[in-house]
């Protein structure tokens, strides 16, 4: 199982930045993805999903800030993060949905700055 997170960093408020996952083609092929995290203290949440035929859903948290893509020729998932935020400070996983993989990876961590 491949589900590996990248593209996290230290940004400023008002700040963006975009989050790559590369994920095993037997997992990306047949599965919804989503972007889900983790901030210190607090329980994992998901923010957005892609199913297979690119429909997506965010929670009310990052809408209309965050976008979720993913390209199927690749392998890969996307999370454009813009307008980012303090409270979105967290480490960024991605898995499948509904039903995520026991192996989440190290994920990718991202800090924003006040």
């Known amino acids: 199982v491949q589900l590996q997170a990248s593209g996290g960093g230290l940004v400023q408020a008002g700040g963006s930045l975009r989050l790559s996952c590369t994920v095993s083609?037997?997992?990306?092929?047949?599965?919804?993805m989503g972007w889900y995290r983790q901030a210190p203290g607090k329980q994992r949440e998901l923010v957005a999903t892609?199913?297979?035929?690119?429909?997506?859903n965010y929670a009310d948290s990052v809408k209309g800030r965050f976008t979720i893509s993913r390209d199927n020729a690749k392998n890969t998932v996307y999370l454009q993060m813009n307008s980012l935020k303090p409270e979105d400070t967290a480490v960024y996983y991605c898995?499948?949905?509904?039903?995520?993989?026991?192996?989440w990876g190290q994920g990718t961590l991202v800090t924003v700055s006040s």
């Open positions: 898995n499948c949905v509904p039903s995520p993989y026991d192996s």
């Open positions: 083609e037997t997992i990306f092929s047949f599965n919804a």
């Open positions: 892609v199913t297979t035929a690119g429909n997506t």
